[in-house]
């Protein structure tokens, strides 16, 4: 099983499970991700967290990433991207930042639970990541994410990208 989580308004093809809780958009599956998580362990070969986290509060992405692992097959992998405020912050000093500053930090409010509850960082989701169990955690770079993984739009440097392993691969 393929998963999008927190898919928002990118709603993923190609055999992705998309799964939210409080976008108006298109998704498969509705779920809270602060509640027990309806997939069986073993059951996920790939998850794709894209611009999610940051919508949590930080412990309770911790929690999810700890929910989550256990679910992950031992050759599957999980795909983290998120803003990165601290790069954000020294473009925006630079004057080469293609958003405001503000929407990074604080979320757009597209709909309710469009806020950020927290100020992402690469250093913060690997020790996420780390808390929780995941091993081979690697900052990958937007850049540098595989095709395969629905990421929406791979040209905005200010992205963090990071990559782990559940620790039964």
Same mark, same amino acid.
């Given at each position: 099983?393929?998963?999008?989580?927190?898919?928002?308004?990118?709603?993923? #093809?190609?055999? &992705? /499970?998309?799964?939210?809780?409080?976008?108006? +958009?298109?998704?498969? $599956?509705?779920?809270? =991700? *602060?509640? #027990?998580?309806? &997939? /069986?362990?073993?059951?996920?070969?790939?998850? +794709?967290?894209?611009? $999610?986290?940051?919508? =949590? *509060?930080?412990?309770?992405?911790?929690?999810?990433?700890?929910?989550?692992?256990?679910?992950?097959?031992?050759?599957?992998?999980?795909?983290?991207?998120?803003?990165?405020?601290?790069?954000?912050?020294?473009?925006?000093?630079?004057?080469?930042?293609?958003?405001?500053?503000?929407?990074?930090?604080?979320?757009a409010?597209?709909?309710?639970?469009?806020?950020?509850?927290?100020?992402?960082?690469?250093a913060?989701?690997?020790?996420?990541?780390?808390?929780?169990?995941?091993?081979?955690?690697?900052?990958?770079?937007?850049?540098?994410?595989?095709?395969?993984?629905?990421?929406?739009?791979?040209?905005?440097?200010?992205?963090?990208?990071i990559?782990?392993?559940?620790?039964?691969?």
């Open positions: 099983m393929l998963i999008n989580l927190g898919c928002g308004d990118r709603y993923a #093809e190609g055999g &992705w /499970l998309n799964v939210d809780f409080g976008s108006p +958009y298109r998704k498969d $599956l509705t779920v809270d =991700l *602060t509640s #027990e998580l309806p &997939w /069986l362990a073993g059951s996920i070969l790939h998850v +794709y967290l894209g611009h $999610l986290l940051e919508h =949590l *509060t930080y412990a309770d992405a911790g929690r999810l990433l700890e929910r989550l692992q256990p679910l992950i097959r031992p050759e599957g992998q999980i795909m983290v991207v998120g803003p990165d405020c601290e790069v954000a912050q020294q473009m925006a000093e630079a004057g080469t930042l293609d958003v405001t500053l503000d929407s990074l930090k604080y979320g409010d597209r709909w309710a639970g469009d806020r950020h509850e927290w100020e992402c960082t690469a913060q989701v690997v020790d996420l990541l780390e808390g929780a169990g995941w091993t081979d955690i690697q900052n990958v770079g937007i850049q540098n994410v595989a095709a395969f993984w629905p990421v929406a739009d791979r040209r905005p440097q200010w992205q963090c990208a990559a782990a392993r559940s620790p039964g691969h």
